[in-house]
């Protein structure tokens, strides 16, 4: 593709871009997911319940931190990066594909199947899963659902992450539609153009 894109281009890559972005500072919870791994296992050895105590609450951590807590806070973070990061992997292309065909069609192919495959498949999927994660989020909030086990409270903070998370993905998805439209509609104004300016000469 050449930098001369047009409006429907420009408008595509800025939305995904945007959508994109809390997954750049989302992949950087990988280190504290890997010292709150290291802490629990130090923990679990030393036969420790409870790590850390404040005098007020925090929420999702609630007024302590317990070993319980700590594997559940891994989980947690777990989740935000996989969701944040769905939109993110998606705006550079380095998501997985099964597909042979498409790494041997060319630019108009590639834009096609994806336009294809992000109206039918991505976007009616993001779209589905986001209207019932509300009221499964909602339900959460509602109840005060907390940890069964003394860990973390606020269930409903970590559970809102799957809403959001098929937002950005719905979002990137829709800004990817919009630039392969573009890009199909310059490549063939130009092929156009092309031919006719072969023809006068």
Known sequence: MTS????????????????????R?????VLILIITV???VIGSL????????WGFPIPLLGNHMTITGLAELQWHLFAVMVMFGGAYAL???RHVRVDFIYAHLGDRGRA????????FLLLPFCAI?????????????RSGELSDYGGLIDRYLIKSVLPLGLALLFAAGLGRVITNFGFLIRSYRDKA??????THE
Request: charged share 15%; proline share 3%; no cysteine.
């Open 112 to 119: 096609i199947i994806d336009i294809l495959g992000d109206i």
């Open 91 to 93: 705006a550079e292309d």
């Open 4 to 23: 001369n894109k047009n409006l429907l281009e420009r408008i595509g890559y800025a939305l995904t871009t945007v959508s994109a972005w809390p997954g």
């Open 38 to 40: 290291l802490v629990a």
């Open 193 to 198: 153009a092309a031919q006719k300016g072969a």
């Open 46 to 53: 030393m036969r420790l319940s409870e790590i850390l105590s």
């Open 25 to 29: 500072p989302a992949s950087w919870l």
């Open 129 to 141: 899963v986001f209207w019932l994660s509300l009221r499964f989020v909602g339900l959460a909030y």
